[in-house]
């Protein structure tokens, strides 16, 4: 059974910084594609950013472009999500989600396994 962990969500700044932390257990890490989601109360889930463990190639939603880093510990079986210069709107519960994509060209449409989420309050 694939389980997926999140933490590092909390109540910052806007223009602060947070780094969230994917880890993955129950599955071969090197296979899938592991991607991040966010929704904020009333919204629509919103696909944030995603990596392939296969070939380390990445996407990410326009909101985020140039703020948001995707990156992966194979040592740790973990997926970072840094997210910098954090505006008010990117506060959202962040959830990560896991599913066998090799490349990585736009968000996704399906993941078969979540984790439970993290909040995460950006304030003005």
């Known amino acids: 059974e694939v389980q997926l962990v999140e933490s590092g969500g909390g109540l910052v700044q806007a223009g602060g910084s947070l780094r969230l932390s994917c880890t993955a257990s129950g599955l071969t890490f090197a296979d899938y594609a592991i991607g991040w989601f966010r929704q904020a109360p009333g919204k629509e889930r919103e696909g944030v950013s995603c990596?392939?463990?296969?070939?380390?190639?990445?996407y990410y939603a326009d909101s985020v472009k140039g703020r948001f880093t995707i990156s992966t510990d194979y040592a740790k079986n973990t997926v970072y999500l840094q997210m910098n210069s954090l505006k008010p709107e990117d506060t959202a519960v962040y959830y990560c989600a896991a599913d066998r994509y090799i490349t990585i060209t736009t968000m996704p449409p399906f993941f078969d396994s979540w984790g439970q989420g993290t909040q995460v309050t950006v304030s003005s």
């Open positions: 990596i392939s463990n296969a070939d380390g190639s990445t």
